[in-house]
């Protein structure tokens, strides 16, 4: 299953080098920990809507470089 999404993770890997540390994190902690945005919040000292407004960003931005790309 590990290698199922390989080639995405490739490609996505050096996009998700362009996003800030702190929104690198919060995308780890929901699609690779599974954590909801209220534990990623209480994880990282945020809360819930800023987590949410912060996914909804970055998704937009990687949407946006992968088109780019």
Known sequence: PAFDHA???CD?????????WRERRILHLRFVEGLTQSEIA?????SQMHVSRL???????LRTLAGAS
């Open 12 to 20: 996505l890997s050096p996009l998700l080098s362009t996003l800030p």
């Open 42 to 46: 209480d994880r990282v000292g945020l």
């Open 7 to 9: 080639d995405e993770r």
């Open 55 to 61: 996914l909804s960003r970055s998704l937009a931005e």
